[in-house]
């Protein structure tokens, strides 16, 4: 079992950065579990954004994110980063990481979630 706390939301003008956290506890190795971040913007469906492997080594981006987000992990501390720079208002959404046992960019492969924080872009 895999308990997944998000922070590091909250409102930004547009163009600007965010760090986002994802803290992971419980009785598993974090450093068992792919990682990923989604989000679900008002009134859409949840999608992919950033999903990084195990070790860090390989990472996956959605193509309206790559170039201004990165995801990485520091598995000593058992916290996954989602640094998102140049923020533009159609990255408002909740975002959302959750933990598989294998790398994948699909929710139905995700075997935990945390519960959400909210990023808001003005403009």
């Known amino acids: 079992q895999v308990q997944l706390v998000e ?16 803290a992971a506890s419980g009785r ?28 860090g080594s390989t990472t996956y981006y959605a193509d309206s994110v790559k170039g201004r987000f990165t995801i990485s992990r520091d598995n000593a501390k058992n916290t996954v980063y989602l640094q998102m720079n140049s923020l533009k ?11 598989g046992a294998t790398l994948t960019l699909s929710l139905g492969g995700m075997d935990y ?8 872009v003005s403009s």
């Open 7 to 22: 922070s590091g939301g909250g409102l930004v003008q547009a163009g600007g950065s965010l760090r986002l956290s994802c």
């Open 28 to 55: 598993t190795t974090f450093s068992s579990y792919a990682m990923d971040w989604f989000r679900q913007a008002p009134g859409n469906e949840r999608e992919f954004v950033a999903a990084i492997s195990r070790r």
């Open 89 to 99: 208002p159609e990255d408002t959404a909740v975002y959302y990481c959750a933990a």
């Open 113 to 120: 979630w945390g519960k959400g924080t909210l990023v808001t």
